[in-house]
């Protein structure tokens, strides 16, 4: 599957962005898709994840401000970020064939080309 991401840009701390990630496959309805970030020094880390059939997890740090949905008409997924904080400021990637081991440590099969979201304060 190819990932196109888009929506990432400049914002104020309490601001919000949304992302948009587009697959192209014959079988997006199977991917578990979601989406990775990566900070400055730091390393790659899970966000959001969600099923075909809609079930989420997020990252403790983004709990209750970011929202990941997807519609598979579009072959797209989707996050919402909201009250966004200057620690949020990353290279945003979307992913599909998410999985997790027994230590929650979550990867992917596939990765999308990054876009940057900066958190200004």
């Known amino acids: 599957v190819q990932l196109q991401a888009s929506g990432g840009g400049l914002v104020q701390a309490g601001g919000s962005l949304r992302l948009s990630c587009t697959a192209s496959?014959?079988?997006?309805?199977?991917?578990?898709m979601g989406w990775f970030r990566q900070a400055p020094g730091k390393e790659r880390e899970f966000v959001a994840v969600?099923?075909?059939?809609?079930?989420?997890a997020y990252a403790d740090s983004v709990k209750g401000r970011f929202t990941i949905s997807r519609d598979n008409a579009k072959n797209t997924v989707y996050l919402q970020m909201n009250s966004l904080k200057p620690e949020d400021t990353a290279v945003y990637y979307c992913?599909?064939?998410?999985?997790?081991?027994?230590?929650?440590?979550?990867?992917?099969?596939?990765w999308g080309q990054g876009t940057q979201v900066t958190v200004s304060s």
């Open positions: 496959g014959r079988t997006f309805n199977s991917y578990r």
């Open positions: 992913a599909a064939s998410i999985t997790v081991n027994d230590n929650r440590y979550y990867n992917a099969g596939s």
């Open positions: 969600i099923s075909w059939s809609g079930s989420t």
